[in-house]
């Protein structure tokens, strides 16, 4: 075990992210819900608990970097890592050392997993680069070839649109979402996924072109969040499918500002 064992958290609108590394190796992950109604201490026992399941024993920890896109959870999970770790976690925001340049017309704006995605980007694949990240909101953010954050687009997210066409309609249903057999669906069922497997895949085809129009050609497309597993099955213009691209980028961050 080396020196310094990390717990990065990566809070998100419907699900939190976890991941410990012990140096530059990531140890475990675990993925919970989002609940900004729970207190520090019950997140104290889960992820303690968490940790046990593991084999990792919590006085280990002795560092925690967390990003936030609930700021009420951002507190909580503050008041966690000192009661829990006794450690003062660092949290991106404004004013952390990042290594980017944010040219953001307000960096406030900027959701610190984007940033984190953004961090591990560049540092893994290199600028120009492209990340598209699947969560809660599709969301695609450019760097620039000179390693610049230089902003991105946000749509709604494949779970947030299936949800929205099962609760904002009469007769349409929850469905799991699968590659149907055909772009054609014949049935209820496989139109509806057809229409979020195949539009996502276009919708994503479609925005990296033109992100690369404006970044170059040469920009790399890297693929992470919870769903981007079922669509980068679909198509070749990713380059990378990193799942734990936020929780390496928070391990750097960390790193920066130690």
């Known amino acids: 075990m080396t020196g310094v064992m990390l717990?990065?958290?990566?809070?998100g609108n419907t699900h939190i992210n976890l991941g410990v590394f012990d140096?530059?190796?990531l140890k475990a992950t675990w993925r919970m819900a989002s609940d900004a109604r729970r207190q520090s201490d019950e997140y104290h026992a889960t992820i303690h608990t968490l940790l046990a399941l593991k084999g990792i024993e919590p006085k280990h920890i002795n560092g925690v970097a967390l990003c936030s896109v609930?700021?009420?959870l951002t507190s909580v999970f503050e008041e966690m890592s000192k009661s829990a770790f006794n450690t003062t976690p660092v949290t991106v925001s404004v004013g952390i050392k990042t290594g980017l340049r944010v040219l953001y017309e307000n960096p406030r704006d900027v959701g610190a997993d984007r940033v984190a995605d953004a961090v591990a980007a560049v540092n893994l694949y290199g600028p120009p680069v492209i990340n598209v990240d699947f969560s809660t909101a599709l969301v695609f953010d450019g760097v620039t070839r000179d390693g610049d954050y230089l902003g991105g687009a946000i749509v709604?997210?494949?779970g947030l649109a299936a949800e929205a066409?099962?609760?904002n309609t009469s007769q349409l249903r929850r469905v799991e979402l699968v590659r149907p057999k055909s772009v054609v669906g014949r049935n209820t069922v496989a139109s509806?996924?057809?229409?979020?497997?195949?539009?996502?895949v276009s919708l994503v085809e479609g925005m990296v072109k033109r992100f690369r129009d404006?970044?170059?050609?040469?920009?790399?497309?890297i693929a992470t969040g919870g769903q981007a597993a079922i669509i980068a099955k679909e198509t070749t213009i990713f380059d990378a499918v990193n799942p734990d691209l936020t929780l390496i980028?928070?391990?750097m961050i960390y790193e920066m500002n130690r």
């Open 156 to 158: 709604p997210g494949i």
């Open 165 to 167: 066409l099962f609760t």
């Open 192 to 200: 509806i996924q057809a229409g979020l497997i195949y539009g996502y």
């Open 7 to 11: 717990l990065t958290i990566d809070i």
């Open 214 to 221: 404006e970044l170059g050609a040469d920009a790399k497309v």
């Open 249 to 251: 980028g928070l391990r």
């Open 70 to 72: 609930v700021p009420p």
């Open 23 to 25: 140096g530059q190796t």
